[in-house]
C-alpha cells in the first residue's frame, strides 16, 4: 500500500523556479557551463534534426553510391555551314559525366553533354551559320575502369537529360534510382546540396564530391532549381542524402543555357519513355527496398486484381460469316457484369463466353452495347454460374465509390491483361505511359503500348480505366485508356438493361443471343 502525505505536496508547483534553480546548481559546479552548452546542442538536434557537417553526409553518399557515377567517352562530329561557303567538319572528343540508373547498367547524363551548344560569333551581316553535331562513338567508362561500348536510347532536349545503354548488358550493383526518389523535405533557398562526379582521365577518374547551397527555386514553366555548383550529368542530393535531381542546362532561343538542376522526377519521365520505347516491360530499382517502384507496384497490382480480369471468347458475324474473337474483359460485378473493347472483342456479338482466371468458362449473355464509348458489357448466365458454383471477383467492390487521381502526360501506366491460349491465358503486365492526354468529345489517355478491354493502374495501384477505341468521325479510331468514371456510367445503363430484363415475363424475352450457346 502506498500512502501520501498530503501535507507534503505543496499547492501549486512553479516550474519556472525549478528550472532557474536547477540551472543555478548547474553553474556553481566547475562545469556548469560546458555542460548547459551541451544540453543546448542536443535540444537543437532535436528541433532541427541531423545537425552533423554536410561534408561528413557528403562522404557517407559518396561512399554509398560513388560507383553509381561513370564517364562517358564521346567523338563528336562537328559540322560547321556557312552561308556561300563549303561545310567544314572535325571530330571532337570529350569525356563527361552520367549516372548508372537501373540494374541493367542504363546511364542517364545532360543532353547538352552529348550534343553541346554551339553558336559561331564574329560573323558579318548576312552570313548565317550553323554548327550540328552528330554522335561517332560512345563508351561507358565504369567505376572499375572497366569500358563499354553504348547507344542513345532516348534525348529528350527540353529538359536537357538523355539515356544511355550498353550494348552488351551489363549487372550493376548500385545505382541512381530515380524511379523510385521521393526526396526529403521540400527544397528551400540556401539550402545545403551535395553532387557527385568524376574527375578527367589527368586525376585517374577518381570520385568528385562538391558541396554547395541552393540559390533560387523555379517555379515555370516547370520546377527546377538553381545552385552555386554545377556540372551537367551529375546527380545532386539534399543535405539528408535524399536524391534531389541532376544537374542540366536550360536552354533558351539563342541565348547561352543556363546551369540548373532538374527535379529527379524529371529524369524519371525521360527513363521511363526510354524503357518503354526500348521494350523493356519491367524495372527492377537496384536501392529501391520494400518501397518499391513500378516493379514492385505491379507486383502488387497482379496479387490483387489478377481474378479481375477474365479472356473472353466471342462468336461474331460479319458479311455472313461467322468467326471466334478472343479478347479479355474487365469483371465490374459480383454478378459476373463484364466490361469489354467493342471492337476487340466484335462489333456484332452473337455468343460470348467468360474464361475465369481458374480456367472455368460460363456462357454469357449481351446486356449493353454502346458503340459511342467501344465498350460492351456481358454478364454470365445465372443459372450456369449458379450450377457451377462460380464467384466473380470485381475490380472494384460492389457500391464503392472510385475515384482515382487524374493521369497525368509522362506519368507511368501498368496494364493487367492476359495472355493467348498459347500461353494458358496466364496474366500479364505491361508497363508503359501516358504520351497524350485527350480532352474531346471526353477525356482518353494514349500510351505507346495498349491492349484493347485491358484494364490500366497508376503508380498508386488504383484502378484508372480500360482500354477502348476513341470514336471521332470518320478519323482512324485510337486504342487509348477510357477512364472508369465513362465506363461505371455505362455499367449503371447496362444494371438498369438487367433490371428491365429480370423484370420481363421470360415469354417476352430476346433469345437472339441465347442461340448456339457454345459447348462447355
Known amino acids: 500500500m502506498i500512502v501520501c502525505n498530503s501535507h507534503s505536496i505543496p499547492r501549486k508547483l512553479n516550474v519556472t523556479s525549478v528550472v532557474k534553480n536547477r540551472y543555478r546548481t548547474i553553474l556553481r559546479t566547475r562545469f556548469g557551463l560546458p555542460v548547459i552548452l551541451l544540453i543546448a546542442i542536443a535540444s537543437a538536434g532535436q528541433l532541427y534534426g541531423d545537425v552533423r557537417p554536410v561534408d561528413e553526409i557528403a562522404r557517407e553518399v559518396a561512399e554509398a553510391r560513388g560507383d553509381a557515377i561513370v564517364t562517358l567517352a564521346v567523338v563528336m562530329k ?6 556561300g561557303a563549303p561545310e567544314q567538319s572535325q571530330e571532337q572528343t570529350a569525356e563527361v559525366p552520367g549516372a548508372i540508373v537501373n540494374r541493367q547498367g542504363w546511364v542517364a547524363t545532360s543532353y547538352s553533354n552529348l550534343q553541346p551548344h554551339v553558336t559561331p560569333g564574329g560573323l558579318p551581316d548576312g552570313i548565317e551559320a550553323n554548327i550540328t553535331t552528330e554522335i561517332q562513338e560512345l563508351k561507358i567508362i565504369w567505376a572499375n575502369g572497366d569500358e563499354s561500348t553504348a547507344e542513345v536510347v532516348l534525348h529528350d532536349s527540353d529538359l536537357d537529360v538523355s539515356i ?8 550493376s550493383a548500385v545505382s541512381i534510382d530515380f524511379l523510385t526518389a521521393t526526396g526529403g523535405a521540400p527544397p528551400k533557398v540556401l539550402d545545403e546540396i551535395i553532387m557527385l562526379g568524376r574527375q578527367g582521365k589527368s586525376i585517374d577518374r577518381l570520385i568528385l564530391v562538391e558541396t554547395g547551397r541552393l540559390n533560387a527555386l523555379i517555379e515555370r514553366p516547370r520546377p527546377m532549381f538553381v545552385a552555386s555548383i554545377a556540372a551537367p550529368g551529375t546527380p545532386v542530393f539534399d543535405r539528408g542524402g535524399e536524391l534531389l535531381g541532376m544537374s542540366a542546362l536550360k536552354r533558351s532561343g539563342d541565348e547561352n543555357p543556363a546551369p540548373v538542376i532538374r527535379p529527379a522526377a524529371d529524369v524519371a519521365k525521360v527513363l521511363r519513355a526510354a524503357l518503354d520505347g526500348a521494350g523493356v516491360a519491367t524495372v527492377e530499382p537496384v536501392n529501391a527496398g520494400a518501397s518499391g517502384g513500378l516493379a514492385e507496384t505491379g507486383r502488387v497490382i497482379l496479387d490483387k486484381f489478377q481474378d479481375s480480369i477474365v479472356s473472353l471468347l466471342a462468336v461474331t458475324e460479319s458479311r455472313g460469316r461467322t468467326q471466334e474473337v478472343r479478347s479479355v474483359g474487365v469483371v465490374i460485378g459480383g454478378d459476373g457484369l463484364v466490361v469489354t473493347s467493342r471492337s476487340a472483342a466484335g462489333s ?11 480456367g472455368s468458362e460460363v456462357a454469357a449473355t449481351v446486356v449493353l452495347d454502346d458503340p459511342d464509348l467501344d465498350l460492351a458489357y456481358v454478364r454470365a448466365k445465372q443459372e450456369d454460374v449458379e450450377a457451377q458454383g462460380l464467384t466473380f471477383t470485381p475490380v472494384q467492390p460492389d457500391g464503392e465509390e472510385h475515384k482515382p487521381a487524374a493521369l497525368q502526360l509522362a506519368d507511368p501506366v501498368i496494364i493487367l491483361t492476359r495472355e493467348a491460349p498459347a500461353f494458358f491465358r496466364q496474366a500479364k503486365l505491361i ?21 484493347g478491354g485491358a484494364a490500366a493502374f497508376n503508380m498508386a495501384g488504383e484502378l484508372v480505366g480500360v482500354y477502348a477505341r476513341r470514336v471521332s468521325g470518320e478519323e482512324t479510331r485510337h486504342r487509348m485508356i477510357l477512364p472508369m468514371a465513362h465506363v461505371y456510367e455505362g455499367a449503371e445503363r447496362a444494371r438498369k438493361a438487367i433490371s428491365d430484363t429480370d423484370s420481363t415475363p421470360a415469354s417476352a424475352e430476346s433469345t437472339d443471343i441465347e442461340q448456339g450457346e457454345p459447348e462447355q
Do not use: C, F, G, N
Open 78 to 83: 562537328m559540322t560547321l555551314s556557312v552561308t
Open 164 to 171: 544511355i545503354r550498353p550494348i552488351e548488358a551489363r549487372e
Open 348 to 358: 456484332d456479338l452473337k455468343e460470348v463466353k467468360i474464361i475465369l482466371a481458374d
Open 431 to 451: 508497363v508503359t505511359h501516358v504520351d497524350s492526354v485527350v480532352d474531346l468529345p471526353r477525356r482518353y489517355y494514349r500510351t505507346p503500348q495498349k491492349q
